[in-house]
């Protein structure tokens, strides 16, 4: 049984700079979350799609953020001109759609550092 | 809106002595809570859920949480402490129409031997 994976695991960049994050879910799961979470804190809600759909964007999420999921498999985050607040964990993390509460499942996260 | 609160940011514990991990909630409708742990440099894992179902529910790896509504609390138990449980651990909330958790500040468990 295959879990939710993520890669890269770590990533340094620097400032102003573009990255861009790929995130696995389960195989059969249809919704897709992304979270961040900075040093002592919990995560925080990014976005979450079911399928391809963006379902839900928080406003987090700025226009440096973008999140896709095209064929409803996979899902990649681009950061664009990267600051240092930007440094931070992101997770990324799968559930089933029917029935409720879903469950979420976390990857590992992939840890940026932006110097 | 809906938030979470987890008093005491860092327990320290014997092994083999109770842990108690606190959670308080604030939703104008009825919630669905989490608690999740964190081993370093992981992501998150879920330790059990509240769905109205029971207000007693149990989890992996010998954790429990009560939902008290009266107190709006859900707080994280296990009778006795393992060396193992040392990790953070998030209380999180979320309604029915939207799956965005929200998440507490986290609760590190240290256990001492």
């Known amino acids: 049984d295959t879990g939710v994976s993520q890669d890269p695991r770590h990533k340094i960049t620097k400032r102003g700079q573009n990255v861009t994050f790929r995130c696995d879910p389960i195989s059969e799961h249809n919704r897709l979350y992304w979270y961040r979470q900075t040093l002592g804190q919990g995560p925080e809600f990014l976005t979450y799609?079911?399928?391809?759909?963006?379902?839900?964007k928080s406003r987090l999420l700025s226009d440096r953020f973008s999140a896709e999921r095209p064929k409803g498999s996979f899902s990649t985050l681009e950061i664009q001109r990267t600051e240092q607040g930007d440094s931070a964990m992101y997770l990324c993390?799968?559930?089933?759609?029917?029935?409720?509460?879903?469950?979420?499942?976390f990857g590992p996260g992939t840890r940026l550092l932006v110097l | 809106a809906q938030s979470v609160t987890q008093l005491g940011s860092h327990v320290s514990v014997s092994e083999g002595a109770l842990v108690l991990l606190r959670c308080n909630y604030s939703s104008s409708v009825p919630p669905y809570l989490f608690w999740y742990v964190q081993y370093p440099n992981q992501g998150l894992q879920l330790l059990l859920k509240y769905t109205s179902a029971a207000t007693l529910v149990k989890g992996i790896n010998g954790f429990e949480a009560e939902f008290k509504k009266s107190e709006t609390s859900f707080h994280l138990t296990k009778p006795s402490a393992h060396m193992s449980d040392a990790a953070e651990y998030f209380c999180a909330v979320t309604r029915g129409d939207t799956d965005k958790l929200i998440f507490g500040t986290g609760t590190r468990l240290q256990v001492f031997p």
């Open positions: 799609f079911q399928n391809e759909a963006q379902l839900e």
């Open positions: 993390a799968s559930s089933l759609a029917s029935g409720g509460p879903r469950t979420q499942y």
